[in-house]
């Protein structure tokens, strides 16, 4: 393995992980924004106010995007297990 194949196989990986959490960081941040606004509209500043929705989002979200996720895992280790069968 040279650098060239390690730097590509980060690359994989770091892309890999930010396909695999977006969908539940993208939603977790438009709940935060949303709860931010409503909570500087009308100035309640309850602590569990912004922690209750966006647990119940984050794992509604991850129960949806559960077979994506898990299809850019299994991708990604296919391709893993590929360059080590072939000796990279």
Do not use: H
Not at 61 to 75: D, E, K, N, R
């Amino acid at each position: 393995m040279n650098e060239t194949d390690a730097i590509e196989l980060v690359t994989s990986a770091i892309w890999t992980v930010l396909m695999a959490s977006g969908p539940a960081v993208f939603s977790a941040m438009t709940v935060g924004i949303c709860i931010a606004l409503f909570q500087a509209l009308t100035q309640i500043q309850e602590m569990t106010l912004t922690f209750i929705p966006k647990i119940v989002v984050i794992f509604v979200v991850l129960a949806f995007s559960a077979p994506f996720v898990g299809g850019q895992i299994y991708t990604f280790t296919q391709y893993v297990y590929g360059r080590i069968e072939s000796g990279f």
